[in-house]
């Protein structure tokens, strides 16, 4: 079956990989190069290297696709018009990282963490004109593991989607599954994680989402609080690298104040006695 796959960063590889081996990937749909850095440095996409490796052809935009039987859409980043939905007889799946109609937008797995839910998975639908809105084709469960980061989970659910995506295809090609209309009364949706998400109250904030945060929220925007105005009247930001539970109980590890090194909680709290957030 001839395919094009709409995807932009390097988690999303092993899904092209194993498409490419039981498919033929006619083009890829892909961001396009930045300026990246003080040197602005042109940076290409994950998909796009791998794309150029592999010798296919790189769009980044919806001009002059080439025929294909159906799309594959996984952490694409931009909108898909209708008449591109239009343009493959099987249409688009899109996979998303969620048990949809639950976490609908950009931080499924982010959400997940944070909210300090045991398990997530992923929905593959078949895209249609609103965000993460169309038919479910299938899903699967995954449970979220007490030491999940967001990088942790991502990786796995991807690797997992690959695999159960491939075995999907030939019974949807075939018209053997009967798609499911999401419940969208229980949709509910995430937004973009912004680094003011990252922001935690040591002294009031929950120790458990506190450090599900740290999970979730890590390698970006981190988990960060603030010190208490000094001498100089300017509050102080205090980034929380590594933290645990104990008794239910959060044990700072390992921080890092603003303009500084990072340190651990016992030597910061040497340097800084009187520090109080």
């Known amino acids: 079956m001839r395919l094009i796959f709409f995807g932009t960063p390097d988690y999303v590889l092993p899904v092209l990989d194993i498409l490419n081996k039981y498919h033929e990937v006619v083009a890829v749909v892909t961001q396009p190069p930045k300026p990246v850095g003080r040197e602005k440095i042109i940076e290409y996409s994950s998909v796009d290297k791998w794309a150029f490796?592999?010798?296919i052809d790189r769009f980044f935009d919806f001009t002059d696709l080439p025929e294909a039987d159906l799309g594959i859409c996984a952490a694409f980043?931009?909108?898909?018009?209708?008449?591109?939905?239009?343009?493959?007889?099987?249409?688009?799946?899109?996979?998303?990282?969620?048990?949809?109609?639950?976490?609908?937008?950009?931080?499924?797995?982010?959400?997940?963490?944070?909210?300090l839910d045991t398990e997530t998975g992923v929905t593959i639908i078949?895209?249609?004109?609103?965000?993460?809105?169309?038919?479910?084709?299938?899903?699967?469960?995954?449970?979220?593991?007490?030491?999940?980061?967001?990088?942790?989970?991502?990786?796995?659910?991807?690797?997992?989607?690959?695999?159960?995506?491939?075995?999907?295809?030939?019974?949807?090609?075939?018209?053997?599954?009967?798609?499911?209309p999401q419940d969208h009364d229980k949709a509910t949706f995430c937004k973009i994680v912004s680094k003011q998400d990252g922001f935690v109250n040591l002294e009031k904030d929950n120790p458990q989402v506190i450090e599900a945060k740290l999970r979730a929220?890590?390698?970006?925007?981190?988990?960060?609080?603030?010190?208490?105005?000094?001498?100089?009247?300017?509050?102080?930001?205090?980034?929380?690298?590594?933290?645990?539970?104990?008794?239910?109980?959060?044990?700072?590890?390992e921080v890092q104040l603003e303009g500084k090194n990072p340190v651990s909680w016992k030597q910061f709290k040497s340097a800084y006695p009187e520090s109080r957030f």
């Open 53 to 55: 490796k592999k010798k």
């Open 217 to 253: 929220y890590f390698p970006w925007p981190g988990v960060w609080t603030l010190l208490r105005q000094d001498s100089s009247g300017q509050a102080k930001r205090l980034k929380i690298l590594k933290c645990h539970l104990e008794n239910n109980e959060l044990v700072l590890d």
């Open 77 to 115: 980043g931009m909108i898909i018009p209708k008449e591109i939905l239009n343009h493959f007889k099987f249409g688009i799946l899109n996979i998303h990282p969620s048990i949809l109609p639950k976490y609908r937008g950009a931080s499924p797995i982010q959400s997940a963490i944070s909210n």
């Open 126 to 180: 078949k895209m249609d004109e609103k965000m993460d809105h169309g038919p479910i084709v299938s899903s699967f469960k995954c449970d979220i593991l007490p030491t999940d980061t967001f990088e942790t989970l991502r990786i796995r659910l991807f690797e997992q989607a690959s695999e159960f995506l491939i075995n999907l295809i030939p019974n949807y090609s075939k018209n053997k599954i009967n798609l499911k």
